[in-house]
């Protein structure tokens, strides 16, 4: 049956990234795209779209049979309307998976249906209980150029049972994610929507070169710690156009979790995001951490929207974490119904075991935020860092904020210009020189950082 073919990176995309130009390269290009050579429907493999059918082993055998295809340019996996029932099920290599306009690939409810995976390995056990955790409904493991996209079509992760599970202590292991890339390079996925997830939608961990655009994603108001896009351990990302409304943090950047993350040693870097609408009740639109004992720097957002939310911009770590956060910068933020504008919080998260380092201390340094509007605003900020390592450069301009209440701050020295609220003393106490250190040009256009691949 021929099928329509769907599009994929153009080889200059994939040269562009070899040669290594900044990502945020990545994020201006206008991508033009190839189809893939060979294309099948999921209807070959015997599925049946009528929401009822349990089809994880048509995509699965659909998976296998493309993967023959790996060297000869690769081939795409086709789902036309309907509502496409599956378990997990692990992609390949050089694949496109298309999603026509109408079909929704619906998650089984029966946790059966989820294969059990070991933990990673920068967190060490499941984040949500010890021991193991269920798999994602979408997975690659050590993959090379993957593209998930379509006509909008929709993945429905069908979260309401998995929210129950866990606010009621019933859950066996850590709830599954939507999509998950462990290890993999040249991922794009584009024009897609994401609707209930049982945890995080996009999932990128110790992934290179992954761009996020052009993707709506949304739960229900009640979905308790269900996030957006969670770039991992990962590096040369780029997450643009988009639309985030989630239970909690829209974007989060992570980088592993106390010991496990610091022996892991990968850092989150060279990262741009742009252009969101982000909404989150319980959340933050925007987070650093608070799982950051990798590190996370140099990262560039800009453009965004963030409304109706607990939280606009959040850093968060806590002692024993170890790791950093460092040279970010952060423009054109435009806040609407936020509790808090901005909290940077060193006391913020748990630990995995009693075997964390109470000694190894993180580090909150040269942060830029610029140019942020904000109308029904609580708090202005909350700035609270650690006493043996307090938070330093943390530097505001042009931050003008309709706020009940003003700044709070310890253990936090930076710089402020053009700010009102007035923030606190320490906010005011290092020269302006400061904001200009690190991986990101304080003035001007800010997607002209470079970054060494």
Request: aromatic letters at 8%; a negative charge.
């Amino acid at each position: 049956m021929k099928m329509p073919v769907a599009l994929v990176w153009l080889l200059a995309f994939t040269n562009l990234l070899i040669r290594g130009e900044s990502n945020n390269a990545l994020c201006k290009e206008n991508f033009k795209l190839d189809p893939r050579p060979h294309s099948v429907s999921i209807l070959e493999f015997g599925a049946a779209g009528d929401g009822k059918t349990l089809n994880t082993l048509a995509f699965q055998n659909a998976i296998f049979y493309l993967k023959s295809f790996a060297d000869k340019g690769g081939a795409q996996l086709y789902v036309p309307p309907g509502k496409w029932l599956t378990g997990s099920f692990n992609l390949t290599s050089h694949l496109t998976l298309f999603l026509e306009k109408g079909a929704t690939i619906l998650a089984s409810p029966d946790p059966s249906h989820w294969e059990i995976v070991s933990p990673l390995p920068s967190y060490g056990r499941g984040v949500e209980l010890p021991g193991k955790r269920y798999r994602s409904l979408i997975n690659g493991d050590n993959l090379l150029d993957v593209v998930i996209t379509g006509d909008n079509g929709t993945f429905d992760g069908q979260g309401a049972a998995w929210w129950e599970w866990l606010e009621t202590g019933t859950l066996n292991y850590s709830r599954p994610h939507i999509i998950e890339f462990v290890s993999s390079k040249h991922i794009l996925i584009s024009n897609v929507t994401f609707l209930n997830a049982p945890s995080i939608n996009i999932h990128p961990v110790y992934c290179s070169q992954v761009h996020i655009r052009k993707v709506l994603i949304e739960t229900s108001i009640d979905s308790p710690y269900v996030l957006g896009v969670v770039p991992d351990s990962s590096n040369n990302v780029c997450i643009e156009d988009s639309t985030i409304n989630v239970g909690h943090d829209a974007v989060s950047l992570k980088s592993g979790w106390d010991q496990y993350g610091i022996n892991y040693g990968r850092p989150t870097t060279a990262i741009h995001i742009r252009n969101l609408s982000l909404k989150s009740p319980t959340g933050a639109g925007i987070s650093f951490g608070s799982e950051m004992s990798g590190g996370i720097s140099d990262v560039t957002v800009e453009l965004l929207s963030i409304h109706s939310s607990h939280v606009g911009v959040a850093f968060r770590t806590t002692r024993g974490r170890g790791g950093y956060i460092q040279n970010i910068t952060i423009s054109d933020v435009v806040l609407a119904g936020v509790d808090t504008a901005i909290v940077a919080d060193g006391h913020t998260g748990s630990h995995p075991d009693d075997k964390y380092d109470r000694d190894a201390l993180p580090i909150v340094s040269n942060i830029v935020m610029r140019n942020f509007t904000g109308e029904d605003i609580g708090l202005a900020g909350n700035f609270s860092g650690i006493g043996e390592s307090p938070f330093t450069s943390i530097c505001l301009t042009d931050i003008h904020l309709q706020s009940s209440e003003s700044w709070v701050c310890s253990n936090v020295s930076g710089y402020s210009d053009d700010v009102s609220p007035e923030p606190c003393s320490e906010l005011m106490s290092s020269p302006s020189s400061s904001c200009f250190d690190g991986g990101s040009i304080y003035s001007g256009d800010t997607a002209t950082q470079l970054y060494s691949w």
